[in-house]
């Protein structure tokens, strides 16, 4: 089996619209509400997710971006010299309302290191997370708040999220491993 697209760019920015509303619905507007974005992918979802909510509500919502890398607990798995996007995060956490924004859920594992990246910032008042597919197969018992799409995988599947900006391409597609 070759690649199967999922969503394409319209159905994508359907879910982000869909996202966008959701978080302010749930969140009754966005006073103390930050959008922070796991590098790579969720970085550039968050910034959509943000104009859009500036979209709807007039006025912008903090947002900011965050790189997990030392929090990971595969690091000694990875390169030797892992590559750092940097966490760029230039507002006081403390009694915010913070939704996570990233591209795929999966094990889990990177949102919880995302979460310990946040709690050694500060205490937010919560942490939310907003999921552009939530494939399943959890090792943690984490779930997401807002998902774009949910979609039941095997682990012989891979699960891509193409964004423009480093892609060149924009949608969601399916493929065996290889």
Do not use: W
């Amino acid at each position: 089996m070759g690649k199967k697209i999922i969503l394409d760019a319209a159905a994508m920015e359907r879910a982000v619209t869909r996202i966008s509303y959701e978080i302010i619905e749930k969140n009754k507007g966005i006073e103390d509400l930050a959008l922070i974005g796991i590098q790579r992918r969720g970085v550039s979802l968050s910034k959509r997710i943000a104009e859009k909510i500036e979209e709807i509500e007039g006025k912008p919502v903090e947002r900011g971006i965050l790189d997990i890398t030392f929090y990971r607990d595969d690091l000694s798995l990875l390169n030797e010299h892992p590559v750092l996007n940097g966490t760029n995060i230039d507002f006081q956490i403390e009694g915010k309302k913070i939704v996570l924004v990233d591209d795929v859920l999966y094990t889990g594992r990177t949102v919880r290191a995302a979460i310990e990246a946040i709690m050694d910032l500060g205490r937010p008042k919560c942490i939310q997370l907003a999921i552009m597919v939530d494939r399943g197969h959890r090792e943690l018992p984490i779930m997401a708040d807002y998902v774009g799409k949910n979609l039941p995988t095997s682990t012989r599947e891979v699960v891509k999220v193409h964004i423009t900006e480093f892609d060149g391409e924009e949608n969601i597609v399916i493929e065996q491993k290889k």
